[in-house]
């Protein structure tokens, strides 16, 4: 019987690396240090845009390419092949034998509910028999992790909207894990001392290590060249670190280490999402890190349990909305610029991240909407931010934390996007922008033109007032409107 489903009419012509092997490269999960098996590798496109950055990369295919390798790899890419595949036992098969090939990483990315919308088919099994005679199952971004987990036994973490990581060693992931918590840090202000400026290259490697962990480097923590350079001047790592302490004010290590607390914190109450490590399975210097800051693993995760479930209090999230340094205020969120976000307050820094163990990070997307009178966050793209003094909005990843739903809207076709002003109130304290923005904002209150803020929210209110005003913006700067020419009589 000849299947009804033409699957090889599924491969892509890419003319770039694909989204999901981009993620991972922007996740610094893959390099030319590994190699890379494309399970499901169609036309082979990202073999060969993965060869070109130096990765050794290996393609399978069954139509396409049926005699490439199917040898193990440092990291597997299934990549957007379990929802062209309509034999649901098939498709679980494909997910294990891919697993079973990944020595360190296997990435896993398939269409969400949303790439429906526009698709015309008809329903078939669990999916979708498109016109052109290709199946495709479209998945809610929970129920894809969910079957993932069920047919792996492993949980899977959320990289991006479609894509999951699993990672084959505990550790690994939770190094992910950790990295991916917002940091800031106070810029480092050095008094002048000819010792330290002899030496400030040597130096660099142990106060760069200091300012993220916030805690001199146990043996084998720095590089053997960074440890024998110090060692050879100052004797040992230890004299090094009270020079930089020397050369330092006291308030900065104070301040380094109450946001390593806090990053870890947030961390640790994001770690119950999934299955919460034990303490042998962190990487050593993070374990480190809660054990220097906290006395112990126990301690921290007490801590942490205290700030999730303050997150889950509407209550205390509009409080800490209230009350954060930065963002642009609404009756019903606050919004931010994904730069500041950790100057937030720990609370809503767990409410965030909540978001992202289900949507992983939001490629593009540069503004984030936290409400206060929903478990709900927004991740907004503003593509022209840095360039406009008045961007307007592409796209929107919207994730609600109690329907467990994950959900895209695209306003490049809309012909009256919404608008952003003030956009020095989205950026931290510490954004060299802030000023020219404040400027920009004071000459257009100057102008009159917040006067009605309901005819200001979308572009083309937004422009018929700067019209009414004899005003335009150039650059971060208003001007007035150019005089129009009088026709002749």
């Known amino acids: 019987m000849i299947s009804a489903v033409a699957r090889h009419r599924t491969a892509l012509v890419r003319t770039h690396l694909s989204r999901p092997l981009a993620t991972a490269l922007a996740d610094n999960l893959l390099n030319p240090s590994q190699t890379l098996l494309d399970y499901g590798s169609g036309r082979g496109d ?8 130096g990765i050794p990369a290996a393609g399978w295919d069954p139509v396409h390419q049926p005699d490439g390798p199917r040898a193990a790899a440092d990291v597997v890419n299934l990549g957007y092949v379990v929802n062209v595949i309509e034999d649901q036992s098939e498709r679980a098969a494909c997910l294990r034998q891919a697993w079973g090939l990944a020595n360190r990483l296997l990435v896993v990315s398939a269409r969400l509910v949303w790439d429906a919308r526009d698709l015309v088919g008809r329903p078939f099994g ?15 971004q929970a129920e894809l992790a969910t079957w993932i987990e069920q047919t792996l036994g492993v949980p899977p973490v959320a990289a991006a909207p479609g894509i999951l990581y699993l990672f084959r060693e505990p550790s690994t992931a939770q190094d992910f894990l950790a990295r991916r918590v917002h940091t800031y840090r106070p810029r480092v202000r050095i008094e002048p001392q000819a010792i330290y400026e002899s030496n400030r290259e040597r130096l660099e490697p142990l106060l760069d290590f200091m300012t993220a962990h916030a805690r001199p480097p146990r043996p084998g923590e720095l590089s053997q060249a960074a440890e024998g350079d110090l060692t050879t001047v100052f004797g040992s790592i230890g004299r090094a670190v009270r ?23 947030i961390y640790i109450a994001l770690s119950r999402f999934g299955r919460r490590p034990s303490y042998s399975q962190l990487p050593a210097s ?11 693993y126990q301690a921290a995760c007490v801590q942490a349990d205290r700030l999730l479930l303050s997150c889950g209090d509407p209550a205390i999230v509009l409080v800490s909305a209230r009350s954060a340094s930065v963002g642009k205020q609404t009756p019903s969120a606050v919004y931010v610029h994904r730069s500041a976000i950790g100057h937030l307050p720990p609370v809503l820094q767990v409410y965030e991240g909540c978001a992202r163990v289900l949507a992983g990070t939001v490629e593009n997307a540069n503004l984030v909407k936290l409400s206060v009178t929903q478990p709900q966050v927004s991740y907004l793209s503003y593509p022209t931010f840095e360039r406009q003094a008045h961007p307007t909005l592409a796209s929107a990843v919207t994730v609600n934390l109690r329907k467990l739903t994950v959900d895209w809207r695209d306003y490049r076709q809309v012909d009256n996007p919404p608008l952003l002003h003030r956009k020095e109130e989205f950026v931290g304290p510490d954004d060299p922008r802030r000023e020219m923005y404040a400027r920009l904002t004071k000459a257009e209150h100057r102008k009159g033109l917040y006067a009605d803020p309901s005819r200001i929210g979308t572009r083309a209110g937004w422009e018929a007032v700067l019209a009414q005003a004899g005003v335009t913006v150039q650059g971060h700067r208003l001007v007035r409107r150019p005089a129009t020419p009088s026709s002749p009589h």
Do not use: P
């Open 46 to 53: 990202d073999v060969r845009h993965a060869k070109a950055l």
């Open 126 to 140: 669990d999916g979708l028999l498109t016109r052109t005679g290709t199946f495709q199952k479209f998945y809610e």
């Open 243 to 265: 020079l930089l302490q020397q050369v330092t004010d006291t308030d900065l290590w104070q301040q380094i280490t109450i946001q390593r607390r806090s990053e870890l914190l």
């Open 286 to 296: 993070l374990a480190t890190d809660i054990r220097s800051l906290f006395g112990t």
